[in-house]
């Protein structure tokens, strides 16, 4: 028996102690060049400045110990690497934050959820790994490290034949990506300063859903000022007052709609004017919704600009007339089709105190009567 136990710590602590991998080398051609003279992947921001991003290299090692892989995506403020763990064997996501981030509030708030998540919560939000700064040509640059996810939502839905979603689920292997980068390298843009790679879809196993990316999440429980993406914009922040959890339930309803249909609620109307962007926003409310309580309205202090002191509308922009829920909703039929968009209208109210808290949200019928 003690020798059995003597072999069996053996094999555990060999297991644990595994040798760290050497970095592998990527081949340095046989991929197609982009024209430098077209904008690909971040370069096609409105904001972007090469020199607030870091200029990461595929094959690149950070602390000695995470080799970029593959380029998985971009965004206003980072762009996103598979890395590969060399110490533990394993793959993570890498986060390479601009330069001009202070006080980086997404780091805040993943501290802020491992000090207070309880329950299952924690479960479907993504953790945070560590984190570190590396040194830019420009500036510092913060790096956060997590488990990678699969596709995003909404990056798989724009993938989908009328990017809406079927009801099979693809499979992949994080492993697959490596090699395919490695045996069958992607295009690129190569510069004087850097490369921009081109991303590649992230497939993984089927499994949970996850909360991600907290750059612009608030902590606390009410806010004031502007929150959300502009076409997602719950009435109060677009009334300048104040806000709180609700807006994440007017979040919720317009993620469920936008899964189901290739064309949003709402959108942007003019790039020119904000107020006349929000006036197209709000009358687009109204024929969705019906007009707000006057009681409601009253509790803003800039809505006599779209609205009279009786709580009629002035008419800044016209409501559109035959747009409702009823008349845009196509996906679905029957009992499903009645379920879903009492749903929608349970989340997509005025007065956010009316508005479907999560816990009820998740017992509506429309989430708890199997699909028909």
Request: hydrophobic share 40%; aromatic share 10%; proline share 6%.
């Amino acid at each position: 028996m003690a020798g059995k136990s003597q072999w069996l710590s053996s094999l555990l602590g060999g297991w644990g102690t595994r040798k760290p991998l050497e970095p592998r080398v990527f081949p340095t051609s046989g991929f197609e060049i982009i024209d430098s003279s077209k904008k690909v992947e971040e370069e096609g921001m409105s904001i972007y400045k090469p020199e607030i991003f870091y200029p990461v290299r595929l094959g690149e090692v950070f602390q000695n110990r995470y080799q970029v892989v593959a380029k998985i995506g971009f965004g206003s403020s980072s762009t996103i690497w598979l890395g590969h763990d060399l110490r533990d064997h394993t793959y993570v996501s890498l986060k390479v934050h601009i330069n001009t981030i202070q006080n980086n509030r997404e780091l805040k708030v993943y501290e802020h959820i491992k000090k207070h998540a309880t329950s299952l919560g924690p479960y479907h939000i993504r953790a945070i790994r560590e984190s570190f700064k590396i040194q830019g040509p420009h500036g510092n640059h913060d790096v956060i490290v997590q488990m990678p996810l699969s596709i995003a939502m909404a990056d798989f839905q724009h993938s989908m034949p009328g990017q809406v979603f079927p009801p099979a689920i693809v499979k992949g292997a994080l492993e697959q990506v490596e090699e395919a980068e490695a045996k069958n390298p992607g295009p690129r843009k190569v510069m004087k300063d850097r490369t921009i790679y081109m991303s590649r879809v992230l497939f993984g196993q089927v499994g949970a859903l996850y909360l991600c990316d907290f750059g612009q999440a608030r902590i606390g429980d009410e806010g004031s000022g502007n929150a959300m993406p502009i076409l997602l914009r719950a009435p109060e922040i677009i009334l300048g007052m104040k806000w709180s959890y609700p807006i994440d339930m007017w979040s919720v309803g317009l993620s469920a709609w936008d899964m189901l249909h290739d064309k949003k609620l709402f959108g942007i109307y003019d790039t020119n004017d904000q107020r006349l962007n929000d006036a197209h926003h709000l009358a687009n409310m109204i024929a969705l919704l019906g007009p707000p309580p006057l009681e409601y309205l009253k509790q803003s202090t800039t809505y006599l600009q779209f609205w009279n002191e009786r709580g009629e509308w002035r008419g800044v922009v016209p409501i559109p007339r035959e747009r409702t829920l009823e008349s845009l909703e196509g996906s679905l039929t029957g009992e499903e089709r009645v379920r879903f968009l009492d749903f929608i209208r349970a989340l997509l109210c005025w007065v956010p105190e009316k508005r479907l808290t999560a816990k009820q949200a998740l017992s509506h019928p429309w989430l708890t009567t199997p699909y028909e």
